[in-house]
């Protein structure tokens, strides 16, 4: 499992410790608004981590808990995974997406795009993929803006985890454009 760092965070893959720091992201209505609409039980959380670590294993790709380098404290979660059509399983068949939230006291901060770049990076370099997608719910203009601060293509409207959501590109030769090599 991959561990990568930012200048101000360390993206973990998901495990049981951070069980407090991601229950306070995903519990909070706010920051669920345009995800799930909900809040997380931490029951859930507690669930989504274990299938979290399973993909880790399965995939090589998965979940991080965005940890804070300063405090040492889960700010908020991102990932590379496969896009679905309904939103039930994995399917390796779609385009991987990067996503990302974080905890309500850290938005507008610039730790989005951070770890964004750094899970794109991760995507491309690490898992050679041609492509990378985003997705958000087309009211959801914070994360749109990372999109387009990623060097994101706009695609369009299109259905994705069962719902009609904002879609951006960026395939491997345009990050190698945007992103100068190390």
Request: aromatic content about 10%.
């Amino acid at each position: 499992m991959t561990v990568l760092n930012t200048t101000r965070l360390r993206l973990e893959p998901f495990n049981d410790a951070h069980l407090d720091g991601l229950y306070a992201v995903n519990g909070n209505a706010e920051v669920m608004k345009y995800i799930s609409g909900r809040p997380e039980t931490r029951e859930q959380t507690a669930a989504i981590i274990k299938r979290v670590e399973g993909h880790w294993a399965k995939y090589g790709y998965s979940w991080w808990a965005f940890v804070e380098r300063a405090s040492g404290e889960v700010v908020g979660a991102g990932c590379i995974q496969n896009l679905r059509r309904d939103g039930a399983h994995p399917d390796p068949a779609c385009p991987l997406e990067v996503g990302w939230r974080l905890r309500r006291d850290r938005w507008h901060q610039g730790l989005a795009i951070e770890a964004a770049i750094a899970m794109t990076d991760f995507a491309f370099k690490g898992l050679h993929a041609e492509a990378l997608y985003a997705v958000c719910n087309p009211e959801n203009s914070a994360s749109e803006a990372v999109m387009k601060r990623l060097g994101m293509r706009y695609r369009g409207v299109e259905k994705w985890y069962a719902a009609e959501l904002t879609t951006y590109e960026v395939t491997r030769p345009e990050w190698q454009r945007i992103k100068a090599p190390e």
